[in-house]
């Protein structure tokens, strides 16, 4: 859904402070916060149909700014390590915008149409004159619709924080706006901004191979290759968004579950990664010899020693766990392809982790190989996408772009339910969206009356 107006700021954006005095420090980015990936904001977008209260949103905001302290400071390169990202918790504040934009309705996002547009943009405020580091950790827009609902955009600097801390800081967020009292604006499980847990060996030791960070290595073959992989990406590319109810997820543990035997079932999310890496592949119809990756996001939190359990790690507590087949076995069976990411997924473990965090001591600014890759990122089963900060539950919550990397996005009212949002060659889109409904079309009958009613169910 394209955006056709503009969006009216009435005044400029203030900056939003924490209402008591904070720690001030320079505060230590793990090699896995200050990775290149990251130099890139995670933006979410939340459609309200009620009015949010912005006095009440910037005091709540000011409330928990005290225990998010780092969001209220700015990034640098230090001086003393090299250039590497910290944070200076100098509380200079969050950046907050309000803006009115008429003609869009809170309607306009539930109507099936909610795939994000370049025009998205405009709802949140950027000054473009500020590069990545100069631009505050957080940015918050509140835009008000001439139907009297509200869109909350939130940008939070990646290499601050994961989705699971931007989550645990949106819920905390909110309580604070829903309480007048204000130990309730304190967080029931304090956040840890302490990185040290995740700094390098004193002698790295790269341990492994890490096909995520090296390219295949070359052979006579390569730029046959290099040109097959490129064909994936190649622009104009398209946003498909694919509604997975409960049951297709149901119904894809079954399909993909590596044996006939209760004792070797799939999750959801290896049934769906696998589902959606084949159907990528299927879609683009590569070679059926080139060599095609997964990567897909893996919190660290438990398997790190000792676990990062001192409250709620809110700095970037994951690695890229990757999954390599060929194009031709991927397409060929489905068990095969779910049983490749469950092997991915035992492969990481704390040693795997310290040998990640070690070669990016030693490759600093190295970034993922991408080439013939499909990229998954899941951020179901944060509870993103009931937040309510005083106008009710949202109607539309999810990222305020789509990318090439895929994001594996909550339903609202339908917990067991995924959407898969990612942008393809266009002339695939068509393609990879049947692809993601192959086998899917019994539970569609079956599964008519059931799909939510709020949001798109299966709509593309
Ligand atoms: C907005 O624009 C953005 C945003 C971003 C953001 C990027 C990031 O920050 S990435 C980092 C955040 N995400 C992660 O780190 C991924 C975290 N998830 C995992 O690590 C998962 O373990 C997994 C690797 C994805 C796979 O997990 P799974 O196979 O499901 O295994 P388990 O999690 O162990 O679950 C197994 C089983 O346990 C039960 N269960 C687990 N969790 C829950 C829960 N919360 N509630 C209920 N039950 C749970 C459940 O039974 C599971 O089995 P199922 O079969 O039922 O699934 C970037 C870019 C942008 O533009």
New binding site residues.
Partial sequence: MEIVGECIYNNPPVLVTPSKPTPKLALYLSNLDDQRLLH?P???IYVFTGTLDMDTLKVALSRVLVDYYPLAGRLRASNEHDGKLIIDCNSEGALFAEGFLPGLTARDFILGHAKPHKSWKKLLYKDEEQSFVCTPPLVVQVTHLSCGGTILCTAIA?CV??????AHFLRAWARAAMSEDSELAHPPVAPCHDRRALAPRCTPRIAFAHPEYTAASGGDDASAVAEASSRLFAPPLSPVSVTFTAAH?ALL?KLYAPSASPLE???????L?AHVWRAWVRALDPPASLPVKLL?????QRLVKPELSGGCYCG???VL?CAESTAGQLAASAPDAARL??ET?QRVDDDYVRSVIDLLEVRRGCLPDLAATFT???????GLEDIDFGAGTPVHF??????V?C??LPVIGD??GTTALVSVPQAAADSFERCCHDGLDDVDVEDKNQLPNVGDGMAS
């Fill in positions: 890139f995670i933006q979410y990646h924080s994961d989705a699971f801390g931007a997820v543990k079932q799939c999750t959801s999310f290896e049934a990664a897909f996001t893996m919190g660290i970037n507590g994951f766990a990411v469950q997924k998954i990122s899941s951020l179901t089963r944060q999810g990222p305020l772009t789509s990318e990397y994001l594996f917990p067991r």
